[in-house]
């Protein structure tokens, strides 16, 4: 994939392309669901570079909310929290099922995380049962 500037200026996918590439949009998922968050990030990274509006925003909150483990992973806190709450406003812009993806029990379980964790505190993070990860889920078949 082209370096940081070369990325800006390729082509937006068109819908029909998007669709071609859900493999992507699928390999990311699983990476997601199975913990491996920084993998997912940059999975949907090479999508979201190439996807026209409104995909775009969509997949940034699916790479923020992995962002956000990636630092829960890391102890930072700050980053958790912040990049939680970046994904949500992101997300509660989309019906449920966009792409397939049951968005509405993905916001609801990455907004319980965010609270949970904002009410244990930076001191406390720790503390925070890693179990309680959102998964992604498919509101249909992929």
């Given at each position: 994939?082209?370096?940081?500037?070369?990325r800006r200026n390729l082509q937006l996918l068109s819908q029909e392309e998007l669709e071609?590439?859900?493999?992507v949009?699928?390999?990311g998922i699983a990476q997601f669901n199975n913990g491996y968050f920084f993998e997912a990030h940059e999975t949907w990274e090479d999508l979201w570079y190439l996807s026209p509006w409104p995909a775009r925003q969509f997949l940034q909150g699916l790479i923020?909310?992995?962002?956000?483990?990636?630092h829960l992973m890391r102890h930072q806190y700050p980053g958790t929290v912040r990049l939680l709450s970046h994904a949500l406003a992101k997300l509660d812009e989309f019906p449920d099922g966009?792409?397939?993806?049951?968005?509405?029990?993905?916001?609801r379980e990455a907004a319980r995380a965010r609270d949970e964790?904002?009410?244990?505190?930076?001191?406390?993070?720790?503390e925070w049962d890693r179990g309680r990860i959102p998964s992604i889920?498919?509101?249909t078949v992929p």
């Open positions: 994939m082209p370096g940081e500037s070369g071609e590439r859900r493999p949009l699928l390999a923020q909310t992995a962002a956000a483990f990636v966009y792409m397939g993806i049951d968005a509405a029990r993905l916001r964790i904002v009410e244990l505190g930076e001191e406390r993070l720790q889920h498919f509101v």
